[in-house]
């Protein structure tokens, strides 16, 4: 078990209350009830100062806010540093032993897909050892919501974000790096009225996009597995895919019936199935 200090940047803080509030975990170490600990920061707030600290209190993971790769895209964004900035964080967590983490934007102001998936490639290549994936919002009370109001930011539509979500998703898997979020969490706070003025939220986000990813393999399996004739088909689904693979009122289903002519297709709970794929028989 894990403590995380999240919602800020923890090594942005002054150095004496990093300590102290790492100190108030100490007693939950020593008694085993904690292995280790974690928090979120900038990578402009990382120094051997800072390092020598978290190592001193057993921090083990630390996630890094990077948002984008791309320098205009953090230059627009008012993010104050640039991926060189970046690179040299990950780089001395790597040296000091830590374990990485890397957070994401989609959709931020200035960028494009092309530069996004140039922003995968290259957090690909700094190694992480998870990756989380948020879509930009618009909340309330924000310069982004300014710039939406006046017609400076566009943000993405639900479908492309999760089109752009689903090829980084993929990208990271083939990496054998773990996205070990895709979406924003929902909280009462989130979803109060009015809190998000645009943008695309859902609070199913990542089902959305693994339900994507189901019916791309889907596709891929009806077109090449020899079917032709069969009215009914049945798929082999990981039982933790199931709900994924139907999609919402089953839509999934629907859309691959229609698309193919058949009558019936069939979802068979199968423990063997990797999560994320799927097996096809008559």
């Known amino acids: 078990m894990q403590v995380a200090f999240y919602g800020g940047s923890f090594t942005a803080l002054p150095l004496d209350i990093q300590e ?29 100062q800072v390092l020598k600290i978290l190592t001193a209190h057993r921090v083990e993971t630390v996630e890094l806010g990077v948002q ?36 994401l934007m989609i959709g931020l102001p200035g960028d494009s897909p092309e530069q996004f998936a140039a922003t995968v490639d290259e957090v690909i290549r700094l190694g992480p050892h998870c990756v989380r994936l948020y879509p930009t919002l618009v909340i309330k009370g924000t310069v982004l919501e300014r710039w939406f109001r006046q017609g400076r930011y566009h943000p993405l539509s639900l479908d492309e974000a999760v089109a752009l979500t689903k090829g980084a998703l993929r990208r990271f898997q083939q990496a054998h790096i773990p996205v070990i979020r895709a979406g924003l969490q929902p909280t009462p706070s989130l979803e109060a009225p009015g809190t998000i003025v645009a943008g695309p939220y859902h609070p199913a ?49 629907t859309k691959l019936r229609e698309a193919f002519g058949l009558e019936e297709i069939r979802v068979r709970p199968d423990p063997q199935q990797e999560r994320g794929s799927l097996s096809l028989c008559l």
């Open 205 to 253: 986000f990542r089902q959305l996009v693994e339900g994507s990813l189901l019916y791309e393999r889907a596709l891929d399996l009806l077109t090449t597995f020899p079917h032709q004739g069969s009215k009914s088909l049945t798929f082999l689904v990981s039982p933790r895919d199931i709900s994924t693979f139907y999609g919402q009122g089953g839509h999934t289903i």
């Open 20 to 48: 102290k509030l790492l100190c108030m975990v100490k007693p939950f170490l020593d008694e085993g009830k904690v292995h280790s600990l974690r928090l979120s920061t900038r990578p402009d707030s990382i120094s051997p």
């Open 68 to 103: 984008s790769m791309a320098d205009e895209v953090l230059r627009i964004s008012r993010r104050g540093y640039a991926k060189e900035k970046v690179t040299k964080a990950v780089r001395d967590l790597h040296q000091g032993g830590f374990e990485v983490g890397i957070q």
